[in-house]
């Protein structure tokens, strides 16, 4: 059940980051949740560091965190993904 609500989490936090950036982003969807999981990961590693990753009630700080990692992740990952593709098509 882990590794379903991983995946679930990493869509949600894919799509909610694609849609906060500006501009069209042309990673797959199967892309974006995986970066959505890598956020989620990251968000919740800065959270222990921070202590506030298990508080009582919601944890909006580590949503939080989760959130802006996977921002960055989904921009820069889609960055690299559209100079890989045009990498590709160009040879």
């Given at each position: 059940m882990?590794?379903?609500?991983?995946?679930i989490v990493g869509l949600v936090l894919g799509l909610i980051a694609k849609a906060l950036i500006p501009g069209k982003q042309h990673s797959p969807l199967w892309l974006?949740?995986?970066?959505g999981m890598a956020g989620a990961?990251?968000?919740?590693?800065?959270?222990?560091?921070?202590?506030?990753?298990?508080t009582r009630g919601i944890d909006w700080g580590?949503?939080?965190?989760?959130?802006?990692?996977?921002?960055?992740?989904?921009?820069?990952?889609?960055?690299?993904?559209?100079a890989a593709r045009r990498n590709k098509q160009r040879v």
């Open positions: 882990g590794w379903l609500w991983a995946i974006t949740t995986l970066f990961a990251a968000g919740n590693w800065m959270a222990m560091g921070l202590g506030i990753d298990e580590r949503h939080a965190l989760q959130l802006g990692a996977a921002i960055v992740i989904v921009l820069l990952g889609d960055m690299a993904y559209t």
